[in-house]
């Protein structure tokens, strides 16, 4: 028993100094926002999540000088825009507060802003179970509002 209970208590204390809060390293990739709104649909497996982070000051330098944004052409925004409208469709589908909350403008889309499209899957492998649009995190920097839009499709 007394094993047992050491063994807890050294589990316990790695736990303890593990900090275990998860870093987003394309948001931490910016100088730190003001404030941010986050909405959540779903469960463990299939879930969406939106959310704004408010900045007062990032510069398209600091976009720049992150290994993760890229500068919106105009070749990217057909591309951004097939995420964005895969995304609304399970923000309708969810339906209730996290549609309600949902308020990004697809024609604020446009070359002078800064995006990053973050995939799992890719194009669909193997048997084709995984596809495009299974596990997809589009970030898309708004340089005039200084808002950083996060969209998180796991469906």
């Known amino acids: 028993m007394k094993k047992v209970g050491s063994l807890l208590s050294i ?3 790695l736990l303890g ?3 275990c809060t998860y870093r ?3 948001i931490d990739s910016l100088p730190r926002y003001n404030s941010r709104l986050f909405y959540t649909s779903g469960g463990f497996q299939d879930y969406t ?3 704004k982070y408010f900045y007062e000051s990032v510069t398209v330098h600091n976009l720049e000088a992150s290994e993760y944004f890229a500068a919106v052409t ?3 925004v057909e591309e951004i825009l097939l995420y964005i409208g895969d995304f609304e469709g399970w923000a309708d589908m969810t339906g209730g507060e996290f549609k309600e909350h949902y308020d990004f403008d697809k024609a ?3 070359e002078g802003d800064f995006f990053y499209i973050q995939t799992r899957y890719g194009e669909p492998i193997g048997d084709g179970t995984y596809g495009k649009f299974d596990d997809y995190t589009v970030y898309y920097f708004d340089v005039d509002a200084q808002i950083l839009y996060y969209f998180h499709s796991n469906i």
Do not use: H, Q, R
Request: aromatic letters at 6%.
């Open 49 to 51: 999540d939106y959310a």
């Open 24 to 26: 987003n390293p394309v």
């Open 74 to 76: 105009t070749e990217d």
């Open 17 to 19: 100094l593990c900090g």
């Open 11 to 13: 589990l316990l204390l």
């Open 108 to 110: 604020a889309v446009s």
